[in-house]
C-alpha cells in the first residue's frame, strides 16, 4: 500500500514564497510519476506539476510555470513543490499524487491535501 502525507502549507501574502512536501511510504521503487494538484474553492481540481520518475522529467500546468518548481529527494522518498511569488489565485488545497502501474493497470493514489492560502 502506498501512504502519502502533505505538509508546508499555510498563510502567506502574495509575493512570499513556499514549500509543500510531499513524503511517501510504500512501494516508492513502482511509481511511475509523482505529481501535484491543487483544488480552489468551487473550482474542479487542477493539475499543478509533475514528475515521471524514469528520468526525472517535470511538466508544469501554464498558470504555474517559472514560479512553481517540483524536486524529489530519492532517499527520504519525499517530493516538494517550491512556491515563488505566489498569487492570491494560487490559494487552494494542494494534493500529492502518486501513480503506479501494476500489470498494465494504473492505480492513483492521493493525499489529504495541505491548504495554501495567499492573502492579496
Known amino acids: 500500500q502506498v501512504q502519502l502525507v502533505e505538509s508546508g502549507g499555510g498563510l502567506v501574502q502574495a509575493g512570499d514564497s513556499l514549500r509543500l512536501s510531499c513524503a511517501a511510504s510504500?512501494?516508492?521503487?513502482?511509481?511511475?510519476?509523482m505529481g501535484w494538484f491543487r483544488q480552489a474553492p468551487g473550482k474542479q481540481r487542477e493539475f499543478v506539476g509533475g514528475?515521471?520518475?524514469?528520468?526525472?522529467?517535470?511538466s508544469y500546468a501554464d498558470p504555474v510555470k517559472g514560479r512553481l518548481t517540483i524536486s524529489r529527494d530519492n532517499g527520504k522518498n519525499t517530493m516538494y513543490l517550491d512556491m515563488n511569488s505566489l498569487e492570491h489565485e494560487d490559494t487552494a488545497v494542494y494534493y500529492c499524487?502518486?501513480?503506479?502501474?501494476?500489470?498494465?493497470?494504473?492505480?492513483?493514489?492521493w493525499g489529504q491535501g495541505t491548504q495554501v492560502t495567499v492573502s492579496s
Open positions: 499524487n502518486v501513480q503506479r502501474i501494476i500489470y498494465g493497470t494504473m492505480f492513483n493514489y
Open positions: 514528475v515521471i520518475m524514469s528520468g526525472g522529467i517535470t
Open positions: 510504500g512501494r516508492a521503487f513502482s511509481f511511475a510519476s
